[in-house]
């Protein structure tokens, strides 16, 4: 065997041996440490009250606005709390996912004038998402669904986060829905 086959065996040797493992079967994904672990399953029956939230979830790489009922209008924390909890059974059906678990860990939100702003944890060593431009964008879409918030901010330690848009740069102003339209779908 030449030098030029043995190289292509090590280099083919290498690459396969390269990557993430495939699990056997399904894992369960734990939920983002924070104040937002959802209080019910994801699993539960969505009540059929007379208030209407709006949560960004994803299908197919685009961001999908999915109206939700409940009892009562949601605070912005439950907003946020309902989006970190993913979908529910019934959106999972219809290929809903969420971009959020492993890429954005959400730790609290505040609202200052029409501006709400989430301060977002480091993400953990085995976080092992890419897509954090969705994950930012159902954020971002989610909460300026609100009659009270036109713009989003994100802060880790207290000080500005540049995150992805959806044109790939990255900034540390307030987000607009607009700054994420190509990736948004209609229902």
Same mark, same amino acid.
């Given at each position: 065997?030449?030098?030029?086959?043995?190289?292509?065996?090590? #280099?083919?040797?290498?690459?396969?041996?390269?990557?993430?493992?495939?699990?056997?079967?399904?894992?369960?994904?734990?939920?983002?440490?924070?104040?937002?672990?959802?209080?019910?399953?994801?699993?539960?029956?969505?009540?059929?009250?007379?208030?209407?939230?709006?949560?960004?979830? =994803?299908?197919?790489?685009?961001?999908?606005? =999915?109206?939700?009922?409940?009892?009562?209008?949601?605070?912005?924390?439950?907003?946020?709390?309902?989006?970190?909890?993913?979908?529910?059974?019934?959106?999972?059906?219809?290929?809903?996912?969420?971009?959020?678990?492993?890429?954005?860990?959400?730790?609290?939100?505040?609202?200052?004038?029409?501006?709400?702003?989430?301060?977002?944890?480091?993400?953990?060593?085995?976080?092992?998402?890419?897509?954090?431009?969705?994950? #930012?964008?159902?954020?971002?879409?989610?909460?300026?669904?609100?009659?009270?918030?036109?713009?989003?901010? #994100?802060?880790?330690?207290?000080?500005?986060?540049? =995150?992805?848009?959806?044109?790939?740069?990255?900034?540390?102003?307030?987000? =607009?829905?607009?700054?994420?339209?190509?990736?948004?779908?209609?229902?």
């Amino acid at each position: 065997m030449n030098h030029r086959h043995l190289v292509a065996v090590a #280099f083919v040797a290498l690459l396969t041996g390269c990557g993430i493992p495939a699990d056997d079967a399904p894992r369960t994904v734990q939920p983002p440490p924070g104040p937002f672990q959802r209080s019910t399953p994801a699993d539960a029956t969505a009540p059929a009250g007379p208030a209407t939230e709006t949560l960004c979830m =994803v299908r197919d790489n685009r961001i999908i606005p =999915v109206p939700r009922r409940a009892d009562r209008p949601a605070t912005i924390e439950d907003q946020l709390r309902d989006l970190l909890g993913g979908p529910t059974t019934a959106e999972r059906a219809k290929d809903l996912t969420s971009a959020l678990p492993g890429a954005v860990n959400a730790a609290g939100v505040t609202v200052t004038g029409t501006q709400a702003q989430v301060a977002v944890d480091e993400p953990g060593d085995d976080a092992g998402r890419s897509d954090e431009v969705l994950a #930012f964008g159902q954020i971002v879409c989610t909460l300026t669904s609100r009659d009270d918030v036109t713009s989003v901010t #994100f802060l880790r330690d207290g000080k500005p986060l540049a =995150v992805p848009r959806a044109d790939g740069s990255l900034s540390d102003q307030p987000l =607009v829905r607009s700054d994420y339209t190509p990736l948004i779908s209609p229902r």
